[in-house]
């Protein structure tokens, strides 16, 4: 599902658009201007920026600047809803990397076809590159991105285990778990707990799921288990580190 970032301060037209791009199977973060959308970013990353131009505290033209200074983050698509366009407005914007403009009121359905062409284009580009990196990866890479791939399919399944994984990459259990030591210097154990953590942490932070919901989601048999090892890791129980980290933004979900 594409990750959607919404930027605009009406807060009629930002519900309604954010409704609609969820009906179309988009995930969406919504915000009132361009500070808060910068803040959200290291939570939260879009495959395609939606933004107004006339905000409070932070214009669009200004967060696409702060935008195109950020190596991480300027190669993100962006298009522009503005009510009054001029010339001189357009290029500026089209100068500093905006991909397109969509004046309002505008089509909803123009709107729609403008971004799943846009979220296409971007998924067709990084297939390329990905193809192009895999022929060149060397065999650690590859079998940590092989592994890597395989727990993110399973990493919620509490009775996923070494043998179903060796399974899954066609090797038997005593030479994928030498691999692992050997590339990972990790026993699969700890590697399967290293993901599980790292996607509890990344739910806690994105989503307000209850705790409970949080840990059966990664894989965890109870919420005392989840809690033990969280807290093992972070230094921080899973409440306390969701307080310590959690944006309150508009459009948080419970996705």
Not at 5 to 16: C, F, H, K, Q, S
Not at 140 to 161: K, M, N, P
Not at 172 to 186: D, G, N
Request: net charge neutral; glycine share 4%; aromatic share 8%.
């Amino acid at each position: 599902m594409p990750n959607v970032l919404l930027i605009e301060d009406y807060p009629v037209l930002r519900d309604n658009l954010k409704e609609q791009l969820e009906l179309a199977h988009y995930q969406v973060r919504a915000v009132e201007h361009g500070a808060q959308a910068l803040a959200l970013l290291p939570l939260f990353r879009p495959d395609l920026i939606i933004c107004d131009i006339l905000m409070p505290e932070m214009d669009g033209l200004a967060f696409l600047r702060a935008l195109q200074q950020n190596t991480l983050y300027r190669s993100i698509p962006l298009i522009f809803l503005t009510a009054k366009e001029s010339p001189a407005e357009r290029l500026e914007g089209l100068s500093l990397g905006a991909v397109d403009y969509v004046c309002k009121p505008f089509s909803s359905a123009e709107l729609l076809l403008k971004i799943t062409n846009l979220i296409h284009q971007q998924t067709e580009l990084i297939r390329y590159q990905l193809q192009r990196k895999i022929a060149q990866e060397t065999p650690d890479i590859q079998f940590i991105r092989q592994v890597s791939e395989h727990l993110e399919h399973a990493y919620s399944q509490a009775s996923f285990g070494l043998d179903q994984l060796a399974e899954a990459m066609h090797r038997s259990p005593s030479a994928l778990q030498r691999q692992l030591k050997h590339y990972c210097q990790r026993s699969f154990s700890q590697v399967l707990k290293d993901y599980r953590l790292l996607k509890a942490a990344s739910y806690l932070v994105d989503t307000d799921r209850p705790l409970q919901v949080v840990a059966v989601r990664c894989g965890f048999s109870s919420l005392s288990a989840f809690s033990h090892c969280f807290k093992e890791a972070y230094g921080l129980s899973p409440l306390r580190y969701r307080q310590a980290n959690w944006l309150p933004t508009t459009g948080s979900t419970k996705a």
